[in-house]
């Protein structure tokens, strides 16, 4: 508790949250870092901006989507944050090699899923719109997956890349049963 109340006096939550972060993935999208942090979106985009400024990360737009990764004094500066975190006794910080860390990531994602599958189950066709809905749903668990791909990189042999897999496919074959359901529409009279 003290060593929480040490890290509040001497850094700012969010910046430090989100250099972990970055530390923890390699390189990761911003909505990934929001969620990892529990800070909204637009919060995350500009702390990651002041950051950029200061050349610890640097970003990248591939397509829609903005990634982001450390800089080498990004490193050495999330690394010293870490070693400070740790020394206060706040062990917040995820390590890449903590697989109850991933297997909890992991299971948030299925408890998510599980409830888009309820959802679409209870429905004998889906309109357009939903089905975009649907699919916009599911778009942020494959950006989740890839995310968590890149900490599993680390460990070949790990039994979660098999639980990954399986929900990539789980979330591949939702996408084909809201299609299905969409063309299942009655026609309008």
């Not at 972060?21 to 990892?36: C, F, G």
Request: glycine share 4%.
């Amino acid at each position: 508790m003290v060593g929480s109340v040490l890290a509040d006096v001497f850094l700012h939550k969010m910046p430090t949250l989100l250099l972990l972060a970055i530390r923890t993935y390699d390189r990761t999208y911003i909505s990934v870092l929001a969620k990892e942090c529990d800070c909204t979106y637009p919060h995350a985009v500009k702390t990651l901006w002041n950051m950029e400024k200061l050349g610890l990360v640097q970003s990248e737009k591939v397509g829609r989507v903005k990634y982001v990764r450390l800089t080498d004094h990004g490193k050495t500066v999330a690394d010293s944050l870490n070693a400070l975190m740790h020394s206060l006794d706040v062990n917040d910080a995820p390590r890449r090699d903590d697989v109850a860390y991933i297997n909890r990531k992991i299971n948030n994602v299925i408890r998510k899923v599980e409830t888009i599958q309820k959802e679409l189950k209870a429905k004998n066709y889906v309109s357009r719109e939903e089905g975009i809905r649907f699919n916009r749903r599911l778009g942020p668990y494959y950006r989740e997956l890839n995310a968590i791909h890149l900490l599993l990189e680390a460990q070949p042999t790990s039994p979660l890349r098999a639980k990954v897999d399986a929900l990539t496919k789980t979330i591949d074959k939702l996408k084909k049963e809201i299609a299905t359901r969409q063309a299942l529409q009655p026609a309008a009279t």
